[in-house]
């Protein structure tokens, strides 16, 4: 069977660390705990399970931290977990099982589904997503193909049955939006990644006052030619809800344009209807807020394609006094749940 190590960074978690290691205390096989910089009783919880105690001076970059504590294992893999994940008895047993059949498969990475992500606010648009949660310690490369070998590169990955409740207990989102304009002040290089979770963080729980601060950016992400068409597009969207906070039709125009000559996003449309609502014609307004909800897909935030969209068709035959489409819309938007990603 593999010998397991947890890694964990932690600050200030005294209400949660306890709850976590108690799920976990009789999965690994050592606990490595790196504190960056707590001031309640973290570090007194996390020693009474036996765990190591790392302390890290914070530099801004949860990477640096994670890494470090990545650094202080000794077991065959790592489970990297947060205190705020719980795993229940029906899912230690799975993961038991997992410790029993991995010592006698090639697996680098095991993905475990994240579950309850929804909750305070995050960026992901589904409710249970496989997240890459175990990983070999030491990676043992190997050459492979007959003729013109080579050293495999490319990690293999399991998907497990284990579920991981995620339980926050305060909206990050505000935190994370700081971090990202901070990575950008310092000349940070915002990968492919981070610009998809940037746009999709001001989405989600961004103010008009974050969207106005990230507009420098997006509008030199847009124009440069290293940013893929993915990129181009988010950027797009975020330009143009600025656009509809700033009352420009030409900028609006502009943006949009870079959207919807390819395939339209549901978030740019969402904004095209916005844009018509707040001129005052709710009609056109309709048709914008039909297309996101009904004829298109969302990029970024599944709401906008779904029962933000159909709220807002509500809305507006509301105020035209179609009372009977107004409840019809709003009893679709009640209806509406988000999709799965399995």
């Known amino acids: 069977m593999i010998t397991v190590s947890l890694c964990m960074i932690v600050k200030n978690e005294e209400d949660k660390l306890g709850a976590c290691l108690d799920c976990v205390k009789d999965l690994v096989d050592e606990m490595i705990i790196v504190d960056t910089g707590s001031t309640d009783k973290t570090k007194e919880i996390a020693k009474s399970y036996g765990a190591k105690i790392f302390d890290f001076e914070w530099t801004g970059s949860f990477s640096d931290a994670r890494n470090y504590s990545f650094e202080q294992a000794t077991c065959d893999f790592i489970y990297a977990a947060d205190a705020d994940e719980i795993i229940d008895e029906e899912n230690q047993e799975r993961f038991k099982k997992l410790k029993e059949d991995i010592d006698e498969l090639d697996i680098d990475v095991v993905q475990m589904y994240y579950c309850n992500q929804l909750s305070h606010n995050t960026i992901y648009n589904y409710d249970r997503e496989l997240r890459p949660k175990l990983f070999r310690r030491v990676r043992n490369f190997i050459w492979q193909d007959p003729i013109h070998e080579m050293v495999k590169l490319e990690p293999t990955v399991c998907n497990s049955e284990v579920e991981i409740q995620h339980n926050p207990t305060e909206d990050h989102g505000e935190r994370d939006l700081a971090a990202f304009r901070r990575a950008v002040r310092e000349g940070a290089y915002i990968s492919k990644r981070l610009h998809r979770m940037y746009a999709k963080e001001l989405f989600m729980v961004g103010t008009d006052e974050d969207f106005m601060l990230a507009k420098e950016f997006f509008t030199d992400s847009i124009m440069d030619n290293g940013r893929d068409l993915d990129q181009i597009k988010e950027a797009a969207c975020v330009l143009a809800h ?88 709003e009893a679709d938007a009640n209806k509406w749940e988000m999709p799965s990603n399995e």
Request: glycine share 6%; charged share 25%; proline share 2%.
């Open 242 to 329: 600025i656009a509809v906070l700033d009352k420009s039709a030409e900028e609006l125009l502009k943006y949009s344009l870079k959207d919807l000559t390819t395939i339209p996003s549901s978030e740019m449309c969402y904004e095209l209807g916005n844009y018509y609502r707040n001129m005052g014609d709710l009609d056109e307004a309709i048709v914008w807020y039909f297309n996101a909800a009904y004829e298109t897909s969302p990029i970024l935030d599944a709401h906008r394609g779904g029962d933000l969209a159909m709220r807002k068709i509500s809305e507006c035959y509301r105020e035209l006094g179609n009372l009977e489409q107004a409840a019809d819309y």
